[in-house]
T-cell receptor
Framework: EPEVTQTPSHQVTQMGQEVILRCVPI?????FYWYRQILGQKVEFLVS????????KSEIFDDQFSVERPDGSNFTLKIRSTKLEDSAMYFC????????????FGPGTRLTVL | DQQVKQNSPSLSVQEGRISILNCDYT??????FLWYKKYPAEGPTFLIS?????DKNEDGRFTVFLNKSAKHLSLHIVPSQPGDSAVYFC???????????FGTGTSLTVIP
């Protein structure tokens, strides 16, 4: 069964450093998403992406964040200058369609900012 | 702004009995709802969905009920099994179509 994959599973970085989180969505899906979950809190939407551009983003997704689909398979989330409060689990998801289609999640990347 | 709420952080149920997980929402524009199950160190796994044109959807041991007037949905698992022990999130969308709003989750423990 096709699945969303994410690398790395755990990333440790120093505050102020740039990190890139990688995702490979399900191959016939067209919509891609990033969510995060700070430990003990709810899953929060960050951004959705379709047709090589951001279609929606939350207040969390400020200028420090960017997303890219550099090739036909990868979908990346970049955090330019990490802060302590960026420490969280970051989940990538994809869906075949939008407007309510089921989003399939990857296993997550745990980001620890020291 | 907690648009989706799961007021019970945890629930314990005996194996074989029914588990009922509840979820409330505030945005009347929501028209599509999902339940996800999450094991530790894994991403949320889709379980079952319901759209606002229905009030019930069933898939094996899992049934989701939607009460639009009360802005309430519930997930019933019957019979509950130890492997069902996980955190269950409800999520809702509809006003934008892209973004799902998640509840804070309910940790279900099924006791053998």
């Amino acid at each position: 069964e096709p699945e969303v994959t994410q690398t790395p599973s755990h990333q440790v970085t120093q505050m102020g450093q740039e990190v890139i989180l990688r995702c490979v969505p399900i191959s016939n899906h067209l919509y891609f998403y990033w969510y995060r979950q700070i430990l003990g809190q709810k899953v929060e939407f960050l951004v959705s992406f379709y047709n090589n551009e951001i279609s929606e983003k939350s207040e969390i997704f400020d200028d420090q964040f960017s997303v890219e689909r550099p090739d036909g398979s990868n979908f990346t989330l970049k955090i330019r200058s990490t802060k302590l409060e960026d420490s969280a689990m970051y989940f990538c998801a994809s869906s075949r369609d939008t407007f309510g289609d089921t989003q399939y999640f990857g296993p997550g990347t745990r980001l620890t900012v020291l | 702004d907690q648009q989706v709420k799961q007021n019970s952080p945890s629930l314990s149920v005996q194996e074989g009995r029914i588990s009922i997980l509840n979820c409330d929402y505030t945005n009347s524009m929501f028209d599509y709802f999902l339940w996800y199950k999450k094991y530790p160190a894994e991403g949320p796994t889709f379980l079952i969905s319901i759209s606002s044109i229905k009030d019930k959807n069933e898939d094996g041991r899992f049934t989701v009920f939607l009460n639009k007037s009360a802005k309430h949905l519930s997930l019933h698992i019957v019979p509950s099994q130890p492997g069902d022990s996980a955190v269950y999130f409800c999520a809702a969308s509809g006003d934008t179509g892209n973004q799902f709003y998640f509840g804070t989750g309910t940790s279900l423990t099924v006791i053998p």
